[in-house]
């Protein structure tokens, strides 16, 4: 337990998950701003004409049919689709249609995928290592050493997400769902002011997703995160705003409580969160 | 030299046809009158070529039948004198050991050595004259393709006293062909003579003798008649330059069907299947050899051979390609350049069996009769029926595989095991069966594609070897999994490779086109026409 | 959906013990490490042996190495050099590269040309200046591209520039458009193939059929004599020492672990902050830089440089090579060009035709039964012979 208390007073205990003087404006409102974003694969309308905005140190979650557009309008974010039309701003000071995918993460964007991809032939450590913020061009990378400094991090956040013990072990033994923890701890060596998680709890047991679900509610408020999920059970526990999208626009946004009463939302989608919240 | 034709000609014509029907009917009745044939022969070996040229005025002049066989000897140096004063034809000079045979009865000898033969000898200026006077024999021969070749041999040899002759020879000719060049030699020689007669007449021609006459004219006294013979030569160049455009492009879609017919079972096994095929040269050089087997097989008959290739080509190589899936590939799936490997080490080892069980060198195969020759469209433009018939048959392939692909069960199979393997394993389809017939698929285009090739170039064990890298281009150029990408960058890289070559060489046509593909790649990845949605996104 | 398929490669099967990141200088941390330890160790040795097997035993002794022999392992050592080169790129960069030969021919002309003008007028046409083959052909004067290459040490900077300036053109291109597995094989293939047809013409005036040969003397030293070949035979093994300790060094580096990570998933690398397309440039830069040496040590030994070096097959024997041998290992390569050629030698004096067989059923058996190579073997028996101590942190890779 000595996890929940930790995570009680992080912003004590973890420097790293101290507010960094991030380059990111947020004075003027939103950390992220999406504005009419459409997105065209082969005429099919994958996101059609969709708004959103997160605020700065808010916990979102997405939730929506398959096919709704949620996985594209993460690529959107990260810069990995560019979009047909529309406008995306990061902070008030930062297009994110002007850059790319290394760029973005600089920024502070951080993106754990559907999939969990972890390097598989590098051990969790190294994993963490790779991740962590620094300097990311080739020649300091290639004379990097390692100082206890940035040791202690990444043991901090070993801990965190309960990977100690397999600290040397290569991350392609990890089941499922430490993957899934390591790709979360991965982010957290990023210090990202954005956080996007895509089903985060796939494929996890009940006893997983509760650790998984106290991770995300401690990481809120400092940094905004972004929560893709089917699991409404999992949405519900953590979620205090919820955005509903259908064939690639927003359908609903508000409470869990609110957007499940919303009539729309009710017949497109809530048939199926009977079955899934099962 | 024109006196010498003239005489000739003339000399023809007073006896008329009936020199050639007795040639037909008599010449089995009349013993020749030998005395006075080797009389005429004689008088070919002397030494000065003055003489010489009189003597065959001389034979021409004679009514002798054999005239003709002896000055075509006498052109090629098979009319020798033996030294016992006798005259021979030697009928085969390869060997060290000639047969000959006696010039004046046509009797075999039996072998000479060449060093008791002496042959009469001539000069550049003595050839000119005997084709000539050839030629002007030939024009009454009963042989259609004789005064074919003679007719068009006349181009720029006619003069004044050859003109009314020959007027009267084109009203006699049942043939158009010799009809039209008869009076094309005919206009060349007006025109060469600065008449209006002649320029009308050529306008429009592009043989490139009636060009030299035209511009002769062009330099004529007469200002009209050289302004007109200017614009008939700016015409001519127009229309030579169009004609040159047809023939580049021709050739361009002739290389561009071979590069189709060599990438198109690549777009399947890779653009469809993702399978890196290094041994897909090597398919295609055994479609080659099965044609080369099927002519041995069938000697004497090399179309029927041929057309019975393509099935056999195609089933040579679809086994073979079957043999390299359930071996090799299927141990490899999801391992691209695990397979790119290892296929090509299956490629050394099929081009070294041949090297050793068949032979490091190139084998003939026979082009049949109705595949050879060329389409005469005009003077400067004749295209080859072998490049053709490749053409179509490349045309023919593509759309046989658009067909299956689009429209069989096997097409829909395929297409949906590419896009999601498992997906389509649950719906019953059986994934590993449709891999093994897109494999024999794409493995038995190629071998259609070898039997093509024989037609075009040297079968060899490299042969497949040679087209591997452009097959590849092609696909990757046209994009990934795109059958019509493939058509058209095969169509449009062998059109950009002709039209490049006159100014840059072949090989270097050749660079600048993989380097022009290789920017394009870096340009756009996804070739010409990429693969659009989220399936490709990934 | 070549990323997914891509990253099923067997190497991306984790192995079980790694060295953890060090916080050692970069370029001091392979003499840290025991595999490179033992691969110095045992080439230091080689060499030595070489040395004294030539020099010290007399030649009718069963034990003399002849100079042919010598000039022989001088030239399977430039060929493992080159393998290395290979190696870096594809073992751990994920980039199938089948256009090495071109930068090791690249390099072998760059001396070739040091080698030619080092002729002088000694040439059969003795003309000063011209090479003889440019005598031949009537050039009254060099092209402006030869110029310089009578200084040894213009030259021997073209040697790594050259391969290098095309790699960074080249790599910049493909790596920018995100050009990956098999199309950028295919590309560096086309890429060999058109430079083989390009040298193969005589306007390039690289002596086209021919290439360069005829060499007499590098820098003064006579080709010819048997030192020179020692000389020459210890200097590639040198340089394949050096070349060895910086692919080390840089693959034990953090950067060395981005490639790893940007071979197994690209994507991934590119969304924490990488910029992914440099570190491919500069590792593809690099391993051409290795290449184009190895070929210019290769070229004074062999005599000659034609375009054939150029051809896509030699740049394909040269992955088999490390694939044989052990990929992301760097000494798999090393064992791999080495065997490889050893047998090239022995069949084809033996038996010539069975040669191509025996190396496309190599590449079949290697890919199919063998995919982590001679190395992979090695390693497989000292686990076993270590797994008593499991747990224990081996320093092997």
């Known amino acids: 337990m000595s996890l929940l208390q930790s995570l009680k007073a992080r912003d004590r205990v973890f420097d790293f998950m101290a507010p960094d003087a991030s380059p990111v404006d947020v004075r003027h409102g939103p950390i992220l701003y999406m504005e009419d974003v459409t997105v065209t694969f082969d005429g099919f309308k994958a996101i059609n004409n969709l708004n959103l905005t997160i605020d700065d140190g808010e916990l979102r979650c997405i939730i929506g049919p398959n096919g709704a557009g949620k996985t594209t309008m993460m690529d959107i974010i990260t810069g990995k689709t560019r979009p047909t039309e529309g406008s995306v701003w990061f902070g008030s000071r930062h297009n994110l249609l002007n850059m790319n995918e290394p760029e973005i993460a600089s920024l502070g964007i951080g993106r754990k995928f559907q ?76 210090r990202p002011r954005l956080l996007l998680v895509d089903e985060p709890v796939a494929g996890m047991t009940e006893q997983e997703m509760e650790r998984t679900a106290e991770l995300l509610t401690g990481l809120a408020g400092k940094q905004s995160v972004v929560v893709v999920e089917h699991d409404m059970g999992f949405v519900r526990s953590i979620a205090r705003k919820v955005t509903v999208l259908h064939q690639g626009s927003v359908l609903a946004e508000g409470s869990m409580d609110q957007v499940s009463n919303d009539p729309n939302v009710v017949e497109v989608y809530l048939g199926a969160d009977d079955e899934e919240a099962a | 030299m024109r006196r010498f034709l003239s005489l000739a000609l003339l000399c023809c014509l007073l006896l008329g046809f009936t020199l050639t029907a007795q040639a037909q009917t008599e010449a089995a009745t009349s013993p020749p009158n030998d005395t006075a044939a080797l009389a005429l022969l004689d008088a070919l070996d002397v030494d000065s070529y003055r003489d010489k040229g009189e003597a065959i005025t001389a034979i021409l002049q004679s009514d002798d039948e054999r005239a003709r066989d002896w000055l075509q000897a006498l052109l090629d140096g098979r009319l020798q004198r033996a030294d016992d004063g006798q005259f021979v034809v030697v009928l085969d000079n390869s060997g060290r050991e000639w047969p000959v045979a006696d010039a004046l009865t046509n009797e075999p000898l039996g072998e000479m050595s060449r060093r008791d033969l002496n042959r009469v000898g001539i000069n550049n200026a003595l050839r000119n004259q005997l084709r000539s006077a050839i030629a002007v024999v030939d024009l009454y021969s009963p042989n259609l393709e004789r005064r074919r070749t003679s007719a068009a041999r006349l181009l720029g040899e006619v003069d004044s006293e050859l003109v009314e002759p020959i007027n009267e020879l084109i009203l006699e000719e049942d043939d158009s062909q010799v009809r039209t060049r008869l009076s094309q030699a005919v206009a060349i020689y007006h025109a060469e003579q600065g008449e209006m007669a002649g320029v009308e007449a050529l306008t429009g021609s592009l043989h490139p003798r009636a060009r030299v006459a035209l511009s002769r004219a062009a330099n004529g006294d007469d200002p009209v008649v050289a302004d007109a013979a200017r614009a008939a030569l700016v015409s001519v160049e127009q229309n030579l330059k169009i004609n040159r455009g047809i023939e580049t492009l021709y050739f361009g879609l002739s290389l561009g069907s071979v590069l189709v017919l060599a990438a198109i079972g690549l777009a399947i096994t890779f653009g469809v299947m993702g399978v890196i095929n290094m041994a897909h040269g090597e398919l295609m050089m055994l479609g080659a050899y099965t044609t080369w087997m099927m002519q041995q097989l069938l000697p004497g008959q090399p179309g029927l051979a041929l057309v019975l290739s393509i099935p056999a080509g195609f089933l040579v190589a679809a086994l073979v390609g079957v043999a390299i899936e359930r071996s090799v590939i299927q141990f490899l799936k999801g391992r691209p350049l695990e397979t790119l490997l290892a296929t090509f080490g299956i490629s050394l080892i099929l081009q070294q069996l041949v090297r050793t069980g068949i032979s490091p060198l190139n084998r003939t195969v026979i082009t049949p009769e109705w595949m050879s020759g060329s389409l005469v469209i005009n003077d400067a433009l004749s295209l080859t029926i072998n490049r053709m018939v490749v053409l179509a048959f490349a045309l023919v392939v593509f759309a046989g595989l658009m067909l299956i692909m689009r429209r069989t069960r096997l097409g829909l199979e395929v297409r949906a095991v590419t896009q999601n393997r498992a997906m389509a394993r649950s719906m019953g389809i059986r994934a590993t069966r449709v891999d093994i017939l897109t494999f024999a698929l794409g493995s038995g285009v190629a071998g259609l594609a070898g039997v093509a090739l024989s037609q075009l170039t040297n079968v060899g064990p490299n042969l497949g070897q040679n087209y591997i890298i452009d097959s590849f281009m092609v696909v990757v150029f046209g994009g990934v999994g795109n059958l019509w990408g493939t058509l058209v960058a095969g169509l449009s890289l062998g059109v950009i490779n002709q039209v490049l070559e006159p100014w840059a060489g072949a090989v270097l046509a050749k660079i600048i086109v993989l380097v022009f593909i290789i920017l394009f790649i870096q340009k756009r990845p996804r070739g010409l026409f990429p693969q659009k949605g989220r399936a490709a996104e990934g | 959906m070549m990323t997914q398929v891509l990253s099923k490669s067997p190497l991306s099967k984790p192995s079980l013990s790694r060295s953890s990141p060090s916080s050692q200088f970069w370029l001091a941390r392979p003499f840290g490490e025991r595999a490179t330890q033992i691969f110095l160790g045992v080439l230091l040795a080689a060499l030595l042996l070489v040395t004294v097997l030539h020099t010290v035993v007399p030649q009718g002794s069963p034990l003399h190495v002849n100079a042919y022999t010598v000039n022989l392992f001088g030239k399977y050592l430039s060929y493992a050099l080159l393998a290395v080169a290979v190696d870096l790129v594809w073992g751990y960069l994920g980039i199938l590269s089948l256009g090495h030969g071109a930068f090791f021919a690249i390099g072998g002309y760059a001396m070739g040309m040091y080698l030619m003008r080092q002729i002088g007028d000694r040439g059969t046409y003795g003309h000063p200046e011209l090479p003889d083959f440019m005598v031949f052909l009537s050039w009254d004067s060099l092209p402006w591209y030869w110029q310089g290459f009578d200084m040894a040490w213009f030259a021997f900077a073209m040697v790594l520039l050259a391969p290098g300036l095309l790699a960074l053109v080249f790599g910049f291109l493909a790596f920018r458009s995100r050009v990956t597995g098999v199309y950028l094989s295919i590309i560096t293939q086309a890429l060999t193939f058109a430079l083989m047809l390009a040298f193969f013409r005589n306007e390039m005036s690289f002596g086209g059929n021919n290439g360069l040969t005829d060499f007499r003397e590098i820098l003064g030293f006579n080709l010819r004599s048997n030192d020179t070949r020692l000389g020459l035979f210890l200097a590639t093994g040198v340089a394949l020492a050096l070349s060895y300790i910086l692919c080390r060094a840089i693959v034990s580096s953090k950067l060395g672990r981005v490639c790893v990570a940007t071979r197994d998933a690209e994507a991934r690398t590119r969304f924490i902050g990488y910029r992914v397309e440099r570190f491919q440039l500069f590792v593809f830069v690099v391993s051409a830089m290795i290449a184009g040496l190895a070929g210019a040590l290769y070229v004074p030994q062999v005599g000659i440089i034609n375009p054939s070096e150029f051809s896509p097959l030699f740049s394909i024997e040269i992955v088999l090579w490390v694939a044989l041998g052990g990929r992301a290992t760097l000494y798999g390569a090393v064992i791999g060009a080495i065997l490889v050629n050893y047998a090239k030698t022995i069949f084809t004096g033996v038996m010539p035709d069975a040669w191509l067989f025996a190396l496309g059923a190599m590449f079949v058996l290697v890919t199919i039964f063998l995919p982590k190579g001679v190395a992979g073997l090695l390693r497989k028996r000292r686990r076993a012979a270590t797994s008593d101590n499991a747990g224990t942190q081996e320093a092997i890779v």
Do not use: C
Not at chain 1, 131 to 149: H, N, S
């Open chain 1, 115 to 190: 999939k969990p991809t972890v390097f598989e032939a590098l051990s969790v450590f190294e994993n963490l290592e790779l991740a962590m913020a620094a300097d990311k061009r080739i020649l300091p990378t290639l004379t990097a050493r390692m100082t206890g400094e940035i040791k202690d991090r990444i043991d901090e956040v070993l801990q965190t997400i309960g990977l100690v013990s397999l600290r040397y072990q290569p991350a392609g033994i990890l089941s499922h769902g430490q993957k899934q923890w390591l790709e979360i701890g991965m982010l957290l060596m990023q």
